[in-house]
């Protein structure tokens, strides 16, 4: 069982925005504001897309969003495309120089 | 560049013992915090182990606890994962992983198989 939960699976027609939920604890998710989001294609090594609650790396297109309420984060994907589908993963800092991650959630294009 | 590089992986029968190793470059090692992430065959990423910067904290799953063996050499910008009574469903890719900036390797294929 994964630290964080993750719906196994969300799905959204292209042009849709879909948002996938990240919830943990006041000792993860909740206490820090270091919430990683990663995109997953397979055989290929995942990919950092969301760091810290909100932020983007150099690259990752801004239909890509992260946001935090408590003990949950969320990610949504806005104007879906096809490429869009593959696995996200969350990850949150959990103190004593420790993440913990979720189990993965598979977003469909439809 | 940051690369991990992750080695050590392929073949071996139920009980059996790997060793699987990471190097990294690129980023300063000794600042961060390690993890091994796995994933099965059509499953999702599975969390295996984690140690601190300074090897204080070190964490595993229970599905490998008293199996598995984390231990870095910051020194040599290397991670280790000591795999021990291997199972078959051990079987996956191992991901060497910072979780702070986020860098992943491109993983080792383990196969646990008589």
């Known amino acids: 069982q994964s630290a964080l939960t993750q719906p196994p699976s969300a799905s959204g027609s292209p042009g849709q925005s879909v948002t996938i939920s990240c919830t943990g604890t006041?000792?993860?998710?909740?206490?820090?504001?270091?919430v990683s989001w990663y995109q997953h294609h397979p055989a290929k090594a995942p990919k950092l897309i969301i760091y810290e609650v909100n932020k983007r790396p150099s690259g990752v297109p801004d239909r890509f969003s992260g946001s935090k309420s408590g003990n949950t984060a969320s990610l949504t994907v806005s104007g879906l495309q096809a490429e869009d589908e593959a696995d996200y993963y969350c990850s949150s800092y959990a103190g004593s120089n420790h993440w913990v991650f979720g189990g993965g959630t598979h977003l469909t294009v439809l | 560049e940051v690369q991990l590089v992750e080695s050590g992986g392929g073949l071996v029968k139920p009980g059996g013992s790997l060793r699987l190793s990471c190097a990294a470059s690129g980023f300063t090692f000794s600042s961060y915090s390690m993890n091994w992430l796995r994933q099965a065959p059509g499953k999702g990423l599975e969390w295996v182990s984690s140690?601190?910067?300074?090897?204080?904290?070190?964490y595993y799953a229970d599905s490998v606890k008293g199996r598995f063996t984390i231990s870095r050499d910051n020194a040599k910008n290397s991670l280790f994962l000591q795999m021990d009574s291997l199972r078959a469903e051990d079987t996956g890719v191992y991901y060497c992983v910072c979780a702070g900036p986020g860098y992943w390797g491109q993983g080792t294929l383990v196969t646990v198989s008589s």
């Open positions: 006041s000792s993860d998710v909740g206490g820090y504001n270091y």
């Open positions: 140690i601190s910067s300074s090897s204080t904290h070190i």
